[in-house]
Structure formats: structure tokens, C-alpha cells
T-cell receptor, first 117, second 117 residues
Framework: AQSVTQLDSHVSVSEGTPVLLRCNYS??????LFWYVQHPNKGLQLLLK??????LVKGINGFEAEFKKSETSFHLTKPSAHMSDAAEYFC???????????????FGKGTHLIIQP | DGGITQSPKYLFRKEGQNVTLSCEQN?????MYWYRQDPGQGLRLIYY???????QKGDIAEGYSVSREKKESFPLTVTSAQKNPTAFYLC????????????????FGPGTRLTVL
């Protein structure tokens, strides 16, 4: 069984200030973890993924995330927010293919990032 | 360019009608998925297919049906049995489910917004 919790439903920051979106997970397997971004009325775009290589993962648009097994966290950060970062962000955990036909992906409920000018 | 297309972008349905949402991919992916997205709910899996002529129910399959006659196509039918079909529907694909503790990321289409009148 696996689950993912995004700790904030909304985060508001000023343009040019750091961004922190928090995600905690639980998984019976060694998980793969993803962050996706969704702009209004659009599909999801992959920002970055962790698949048991380096614990600090760099993604597109200046985002990065650090996998911390001891804290079961995978927080998303960016040093300086831009207006174009305003969107919905989803943390996703995968426990891998169970062999029983399970999909394996579990989505968080999302964090809405607001950028103040 | 490779990608996933969904049509139509907006769809309106009268109560009691069945409607079919189209999803096509030219990424040569084996696995395809349908998700439903409601505000504040994240994504919930409706159906998925790992191979042609085979598909599995996800978490909320009641009132929906799918087919997978071709590798590149995975249409979703929303039947009159679905009591609350108004939502944003997202189709996704991935290379394939892998055994063990690894997983490939999913690529998403732009979505179809279904409204019941």
C-alpha cells in the first residue's frame, strides 16, 4: 500500500522569493517519486522524478526536490519564483509494478501555487 | 512531434446520454490510462490498459467503459450510469509497467472537460 500527502493545499509567495511545496509519502516498496505541474485547463507536465539514483533531483524550470528516506519526504523547491510558476503541483508516488495488475501510481491532492507580484 | 491528443476539448452531455472521449497517442507506448480530476481531489484512476485488447478497472470504474482495439487508441465512454460525470478527464500513457521497484513516468494529454446539462 502507498499514499502521498501534500501538506498545503495553497501556497502563496512573492515573485523572486523561494518556493517550497511539501510532500510526504508512504510506500511498501522502494518508491519512485514524481512532481507534475498543471496549468489551468491543461494536462500534467512532468517536472522531475526520483528513481533511486541521486537523492537531490533537478528538474525543469529551475525546480528541484530532495528525497529524504528518514523523513519520508520529497519536497519541491525553487530559489526564485516567477509569475509563470503559478499553477497546480502534484506529488506522485509509485510503488512499482506489483504483478497483480495494479497501476502503482498514487497522486496527491495537489498544491495550488500563487505568485504575488 | 510525438504526443497524446484528446478530443474534444469541451463536451456537453444531456442527462441519460452516453458520450465517448477520444485519446490517441503516437509515442508507441504500451500502457494507457484514464483519470478523472475534480477540484481538490487530485487525480483518480478510472481504467488502464497495459496491452491491446486488455484493460483493467481502476479505483472509480463504475459508470465508465473503455476499449483498446489499437495500441495508439484508448477511448473512454461515460455512460448514463455515471451519476456525477461533470469533471475534467485526463488520458495518459507510459512505456509499460515494469516488474520490480521501478516505474516509468506517465505522459498526459491536454484533457477533456465534460459538463452535464
Amino acid at each position: 500500500a502507498q499514499s502521498v500527502t501534500q501538506l498545503d493545499s495553497h501556497v502563496s509567495v512573492s515573485e523572486g522569493t523561494p518556493v517550497l511545496l511539501r510532500c510526504n509519502y508512504s510506500s511498501s516498496y522502494s518508491p519512485s517519486l514524481f512532481w507534475y505541474v498543471q496549468h489551468p485547463n491543461k494536462g500534467l507536465q512532468l517536472l522531475l522524478k526520483y528513481t533511486s539514483a541521486a537523492t537531490l533531483v533537478k528538474g525543469i524550470n529551475g525546480f528541484e526536490a530532495e528525497f529524504k528516506k528518514s523523513e519520508t519526504s520529497f519536497h519541491l523547491t525553487k530559489p526564485s519564483a516567477h509569475m509563470s510558476d503559478a499553477a497546480e503541483y502534484f506529488c506522485v508516488v509509485s510503488g512499482g509494478y506489483s504483478g497483480g495488475g495494479a497501476d502503482g501510481l498514487t497522486f496527491g491532492k495537489g498544491t495550488h501555487l500563487i505568485i504575488q507580484p | 512531434d510525438g504526443g497524446i491528443t484528446q478530443s474534444p476539448k469541451y463536451l456537453f452531455r444531456k442527462e441519460g446520454q452516453n458520450v465517448t472521449l477520444s485519446c490517441e497517442q503516437n509515442l508507441n507506448h504500451d500502457a494507457m490510462y484514464w483519470y478523472r480530476q475534480d477540484p481538490g481531489q487530485g487525480l483518480r484512476l478510472i481504467y488502464y490498459s497495459q496491452i491491446v485488447n486488455d484493460f483493467q478497472k481502476g479505483d472509480i470504474a463504475e459508470g465508465y467503459s473503455v476499449s483498446r482495439e489499437k495500441k495508439e487508441s484508448f477511448p473512454l465512454t461515460v455512460t448514463s450510469a455515471q451519476k456525477n460525470p461533470t469533471a475534467f478527464y485526463l488520458c495518459a500513457s507510459s512505456i509499460r509497467l515494469l516488474a520490480g521497484n521501478t516505474y516509468n513516468e506517465q505522459f498526459f494529454g491536454p484533457g477533456t472537460r465534460l459538463t452535464v446539462l
